[in-house]
C-alpha cells in the first residue's frame, strides 16, 4: 500500500495551470487490471486505486501520511523548459530564423 505524492503536470487539453498548483496524494494499484468477459470493461478490486486526495503543500501531504503510517514516495514536479510566446512573436522582424512561405 504505497503512496505517491506528488504535483499534477498540465493535461495536453488545457492552455493554463489550472489544478496544477495542488498536491496529490494517490495509491499505487495492488493487483492489475483485468478485462470483464461480458462487457469488455476494465475492472480491479483495488478500491484504494479510486482514493485520490488533494492537500496545498507537499509538507501536508507528507504530515497526513506519517500521521497515518502510510509508506510515501515523492515525486518533484519537473520544471518547463519552453518559455511562452504570442502569436505575434512569429512576424518579427528581427527573427533569428527568416520566414517564408
Known amino acids: 500500500m504505497l503512496a505517491r505524492i506528488y504535483q ?13 498548483k495542488k498536491w496529490v496524494l494517490e495509491y499505487e494499484p495492488e493487483s492489475a487490471k ?3 468477459p ?9 478500491m484504494l486505486s479510486q482514493v485520490i486526495l488533494d492537500f496545498d503543500t507537499a509538507e501536508e ?13 515523492v515525486f518533484e514536479p519537473h520544471k518547463a523548459t519552453s518559455k511562452a510566446k504570442s502569436y505575434s512573436d512569429n512576424f518579427r522582424f528581427d527573427r533569428k530564423i527568416p520566414w517564408t512561405h
Open 38 to 46: 461480458l462487457m469488455g470493461w476494465t475492472a480491479t478490486t483495488d
Open 61 to 73: 501531504a507528507v504530515a497526513y501520511a506519517e500521521a497515518n503510517k502510510i509508506p510515501y514516495q
Open 34 to 36: 483485468r478485462i470483464e
Open 8 to 20: 499534477p503536470a498540465k493535461t495536453a487539453m488545457q492552455s493554463g495551470k489550472a489544478r496544477t
